[in-house]
């Protein structure tokens, strides 16, 4: 494919020095996935372009690209930041993360559907003083299917009970209730509030999500779980994970 100039609404995240006086970024964007960004002369003072790409900006950026390899940023507009998620560094060890984790999840330009809007909401409410704990949370979650596997959390594994008591199994991938709990030797013996937890955050739409507050034992414990989930299935191995969890936040 030759390369052509196309508007792409993006968001920025990661970025280092290349070549002299630029610097290579990665965008995520609604309509062709992630990929690198050269921005020319991004390190060279009042350069408007290096303004632009700072670490969780947002906008339409206008790249020069042929989907494939590394794209180039001609110019841009409308472009805003997540202000308060770069001036923070709990907010930003969160928000960084998030992006990490969904980059793993996809090949460059690859088709990213309705995880732009995810991601993008998932920065709006950080920046706005949600939670962080709870969206990332939500946010890995929600990433399982995309890695190709996600648990069954939305009914019970044997009688596809979608209300009632209920405890998971890392083993058998799925909630059981406590009809079926015999059923399931290998079931975690969890509080159930920690599984409902754990259930709406999967289930339910980021945009429904209120300013809860969640006490810190319980989100403590739907954070195991989740870790357990994600070393078992997937072992990512994180290095943005692992900072986080040496913030020790709560
Ligand atoms: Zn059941």
């Keep these: 494919m030759s390369r052509e100039l196309i508007d792409v609404n993006g968001i920025i995240f990661k970025r280092k020095r290349y070549k ?3 610097v290579l970024s990665k965008v995520l964007t609604k309509e062709n996935g992630i990929f690198t960004l050269d921005v020319r002369g991004a390190l060279r003072p009042k350069s408007k372009l290096g303004a632009a790409t700072l670490n969780f900006s947002y906008g339409i950026y206008t790249v020069n690209t042929s989907l494939r390899g590394i794209s180039g940023l001609r110019t841009f507009k409308n472009v805003q930041q997540f202000e308060k998620i770069y001036l ?45 704990e709870i969206i990332k949370q939500m946010i890995e979650l929600k990433m399982l299917k995309y890695f190709g596997v996600a648990p069954k959390l939305d009914s019970c594994l044997v009688c596809h009970k979608t209300q009632g008591i ?6 058998k991938g799925g909630i059981v209730c406590s009809d079926h709990f015999n059923q399931v030797p290998e079931r975690m013996h969890l509080n159930p509030k920690t599984v409902s937890l754990i259930r709406t955050l999967a289930l339910i739409d980021i945009d429904r999500l209120g300013k809860i507050n969640i006490n810190p034992t319980l989100k403590n414990s739907s954070k195991k779980v989740i870790d357990r989930m994600y070393t078992r299935y997937l072992d990512l191995n994180l290095k943005s994970k692992k900072f986080l969890d040496e913030l020790k936040l709560f």
């Design 166 to 171: 209920f405890d998971f199994s890392l083993e």
């Design 88 to 132: 923070d560094i709990t907010k930003q060890a969160y928000a960084s993360y998030i992006l990490d984790l969904v980059d793993h999840a996809f090949e460059e330009y690859q088709e990213i559907s309705d995880v732009y809007g995810l991601v993008f909401t998932a920065l709006t409410k950080i920046n706005s003083g949600f939670d962080e």
């Design 20 to 22: 002299e006086a630029d």
